[in-house]
């Protein structure tokens, strides 16, 4: 695993010199695109409107446009912005972790400590765990300035980028203004059906279903050719599904309680 990112967590005089790791990695299999006609690849150019060459990415700029007006911003121009090359995680704040919404967070980060004596890193890590605190810090990454917050998992410190409040949208859903009333007796049905799915979070257990059946299928093809009975490939029929009952709120919580207490029999 290669560090994306070498810098320094600070916060007030404490330097905290570290490297920094994607933590996720994308599962899904990978395809290209081909011509439905032939099986053949299907390739994009980058071809300037004006000459009609075909442009090497090293000769791209980009382009902003406004009101019929382009400027062109080069890489140099990048380069001069302030925070184009600050190797900092600068700690604004210490927020009680409680109010860190999950819907702003984005892409995780592991810090790995640097240098030989990591005793500031292992200072902040005891200090977030000790006072219950997530730092929320500014940092720069791939030319862009980010809001981000710093937490503990284990004996690490993970940074996780946050998006900026104003890329948050504002939404006013008509049905949630609803008038409608739940009964009592509704919400005791719904209270124990909750409790009967509550549990402990164990990540390992869920699977990417739709990835496995895809690679089932991706290995059958490579195993038996294009002539293959997709469906049979999955062990599905064609027999038709029967209709779902319609039943109202009331009976479907009390037929998903039924169903979770013979689960629990049964296991």
Known sequence: MRAIWSGAITFGLVNVPVKAYGATEDHDISFHQVHDKD????????????????????????????????VVLTQSDFEALPESDNNEIEVVQFVPSDQIDPIMLEKSYYLEPEGKTPKSYLLLRETLKKTDR?????????????LGVLRVSGKLLILQGLIWADELRSVDFPGTKSRAKVADKQLE??????????????????????????????????AEGDKLDTKATFGETDEGDDDADVVDLMEALKASLEQRKKGKTSA
């Open 39 to 70: 099986g053949g690849r299907i390739h994009y150019e980058r071809r300037c409107e004006v000459c009609g060459e075909k442009v090497d990415y090293k000769h791209i700029d980009k382009a902003y446009e406004e009101d019929g007006d382009t």
């Open 134 to 146: 997530t730092a929320v810090v500014r940092f720069a990454l791939r030319q862009k300035t980010r």
């Open 189 to 222: 049905l719904s209270a124990q059906l909750v409790e009967s799915y509550a549990s402990d979070f164990t990540p390992k257990e869920f699977e990417d279903d739709y990835q496995i059946e895809l690679r089932k299928l991706v290995d059958a093809k490579l």
